[in-house]
C-alpha cells in the first residue's frame, strides 16, 4: 500500500484503511492458500465442513494477517503519532 498524502497526517484515517483491508486480505489468503473459490468460501462460512488442517490453516492465517497489519502500523509505514495535548 502506497499512503495517500492526507493519510500520513490523519492516524484515524490510516487505522481505518488498515482495518477496512483485513476483511478482504484475510479471505484472499484463505481462497488461495485452501485452494478455494469464492463460492466455496462462503459455503464454508455459512456452515459447511471445514477440514482439521483447514481449521489450522485459517488461524495460522488470520494470525499472520494481524500481525502483518501490526507491523504495518508500527515500522515505518504510519503517520507520526498525535500530539499529546491533543489525547487530553
Known amino acids: 500500500m502506497n ?11 490510516h487505522i481505518h484503511q488498515l482495518l477496512t483491508e483485513l476483511p478482504l486480505a484475510v479471505k484472499t489468503r484463505i481462497c488461495t492458500e485452501c485452494n478455494w473459490s469464492l463460492p466455496t468460501y462462503y459455503r464454508k462460512v455459512k456452515g459447511a465442513h471445514i477440514s482439521n488442517a483447514e481449521k489450522e490453516k485459517i488461524t495460522f492465517i488470520l494470525f499472520d494477517q494481524l500481525q502483518q497489519t501490526w507491523q504495518r502500523c508500527k515500522n515505518g509505514h504510519n503517520p507520526p503519532p498525535a500530539p499529546a495535548a491533543a489525547l487530553s
Open 3 to 13: 499512503p495517500q498524502p492526507n493519510l500520513l497526517l490523519n492516524p484515524l484515517q
